[in-house]
């Protein structure tokens, strides 16, 4: 019995370290200057390793978001080619991917909490699925527009 209290305690613990903005919904990620390109960035809802504390995302070693569990968040950059990272800031490159992103086009990165971590691009009409499942709007750090 006291196990059962404790897993559940521990449960509602992990749930109230996600993000807790606005729920996804196309309206909200917002429409796309033909001249930039948008970069979505999403954290699992329930990984197991580091769920306590935010992740950071980074474009071209930038930092641009940090993540709870159940976040999104989405940037523009210019056109072209992109490093496209997820690490602590001690480590920018801890996994990355690369991006040769096109005007007025979206592109979609998810990081799950996997052993070991995976942190892909993802097809639009997938993660649009997957994000319309529950998670919340966490604003970025900073915009990039290079």
């Not at 749930?15 to 200057?33: K, M």
Request: aromatic share 10%; hydrophobic share 40%; glycine share 8%.
């Amino acid at each position: 019995m006291t196990g059962r209290i404790l897993i559940a305690l521990s449960m509602m613990s992990l749930v109230s370290c996600a993000g807790n903005g606005p729920r996804y919904s196309e309206n909200l990620v917002q429409t796309i200057p033909a001249n930039m390109a948008k970069v979505v960035f999403y954290r699992d809802v329930l990984p197991l390793a580091g769920a306590a504390w935010p992740h950071h995302y980074y474009v071209d070693n930038q930092l641009v978001a940090q993540l709870k569990i159940g976040g999104f968040t989405r940037v523009l950059v210019t056109p072209g080619a992109h490093t496209i990272q997820s690490g602590p800031a001690s480590n920018p490159n801890f996994r990355s991917a690369s991006l040769r992103a096109e005007g007025g086009t979206t592109y979609f990165f998810r990081e799950r909490g996997t052993v070991p971590p995976d942190f892909s691009p993802v097809p639009a009409a997938q993660a649009q699925h997957e994000l319309e499942s529950g998670y919340h709007y966490q604003p970025p750090v900073v915009s990039v527009s290079r």
